[in-house]
Structures are given as C-alpha cells and as structure tokens.
Nanobody, 122 residues
C-alpha cells in the first residue's frame, strides 16, 4: 500500500487549497482514511477522518466548518478541501490509511503518505 499526498503550497490567510491522497497499490475502499498534520515543533495531530464508504466523517474542532474530507474510491483518491485557511493551519499534512474500514479514531493507521507542506501567510 503506497499513499501519495499532494496539493500543498503557499497561500494567504483566508485562501483555499485542496489536498489529494492517491493510493497507488491496492483498493482504497478497503481502508478508512485520515488526514493528519504536524506543525513545526509540535506533535502530529488528527485533522479529519472518513470511513471506507465516505458516509461518516469526523473533524478536529479546530477545522470544523472550514475543512471537508471526501473520497472517490473509483479513483483510489481521498481529498481534503481546506477553506478560510489561517496561519495556524501551517503544517506538513499527511494522509494515512487504516485497515479498519470504519476507523474514526486518531490511531490505528497502518500506512502513511510522505506529507505535503501547507504554508499560510498572514
């Protein structure tokens, strides 16, 4: 299972980005997907999760109402749509896959992508 995160970049506060997480081997529908982020000098935190069918999601309080996680199993890709970005959203964003297809917890993720950097300027 190989995950490839992309879509990061530099954006001004209030702007938007869409991150993608592509699974290059395997079938994404077998996995729940989580997006995590790690800011400089801080621990990695969960941002959002989505179960295998896309019918249940959950978010960190800090991003509720601004970020939307989704997936297209036919394309083997998950997404994180980020709007109204704030400087405190600056971090490396990682996607991860859990072998528990119903996982909505911040642990139990077996496979990780390499991360994509999001920088939000004030």
């Amino acid at each position: 299972v190989q995950l490839q995160a992309s879509g990061g970049g530099l954006v001004q506060a209030g702007g938007s980005l869409r991150l993608s997480c592509a699974l290059s081997e395997g079938t994404l529908s077998s996995y729940a997907v989580g997006w995590f982020r790690q800011a400089p000098g801080k621990e990695r935190d969960i941002v959002a999760y989505i179960i295998w069918a896309g019918t249940r999601t959950d978010y960190a309080d800090s991003v509720k109402g601004r970020f939307v996680i989704s997936r297209d199993n036919g394309k083997n890709t998950a997404y994180l749509e980020m709007k109204n970005l704030k400087p405190e959203d600056t971090a490396i964003y990682y996607c991860a896959a859990s072998s528990d297809p119903y996982n909505l917890e911040p642990h139990g993720y077996d496979y990780w992508g390499q991360g994509t950097l999001v920088t939000v300027s004030s």
